[in-house]
């Protein structure tokens, strides 16, 4: 099915580019996004990155570019980067505000590493204080992780039920409004 989509996507993105008006660099920057789709797809994620690195010296539009600066997060996200995938969805929110995927992406890394920090606690029992260090650590992990999952709910209420739940029953909920 996904095959099907992405040959779907292919031949619309082709007909888009031949009948709206576009500048030569417009149509440039698309096809550099779409050949980075098409290689993120394949899991080809240094053929992606070149791409989409080659769309944003090509492409204008602030809209555009943050979602290739998105997809270059997610790229750096799934090889376990979270520094430099955080400084995209970042780069990408700065552009265009309304991007809750994101939102909730920088929130997932912030409650891993919350969790990461738990983990390395549970390790170090001979070390008191430093316990107390990860526990601290963790909590504003995952008050961080809060915020960016409420801000993601505030745009998409009904996208992410299980961040609903954690801030539930983390009592991490400001309120009702949202949800």
């Known amino acids: 099915m996904s095959n099907f989509i992405d040959?779907?996507?292919t031949v619309i993105a082709?007909?888009?580019l031949k009948v709206l008006p576009a500048s030569k660099q417009e149509k440039q920057a698309f096809s550099y996004y779409r050949a980075g789709m098409s290689a993120q797809s394949e899991g080809k994620y240094a053929e992606a990155l070149e791409n989409y690195y080659e769309a944003l010296q090509l492409e204008e539009d602030p809209y555009d570019r943050s979602y290739t600066l998105y997809n270059i997060g997610l790229i750096y996200g799934n090889n376990g980067n979270y520094s430099q995938a955080l400084e995209y969805y970042h780069q990408a929110l700065e552009?265009?505000?309304n991007l809750p995927q994101a939102l909730n992406n920088i929130a997932v890394i912030y409650?891993?590493?919350g969790l990461n920090a738990?983990?390395?606690q549970n390790q170090d029992k001979n070390l008191e204080i430093r316990n107390d260090e990860y526990l601290e650590l963790a909590k504003e992990f995952f008050d961080k992780a809060a915020e960016?999952?409420?801000q993601a709910l505030k745009l998409a209420p009904d996208n992410y039920p299980g961040a609903q739940n954690w801030l539930k029953v983390t009592g991490r909920q400001i309120s009702e409004e949202y949800f």
């Open 7 to 9: 040959k779907t996507f």
């Open 14 to 16: 082709d007909i888009l």
């Open 95 to 97: 552009l265009n505000s």
């Open 111 to 113: 409650h891993s590493q």
């Open 118 to 120: 738990l983990q390395m």
């Open 148 to 150: 960016y999952w409420r």
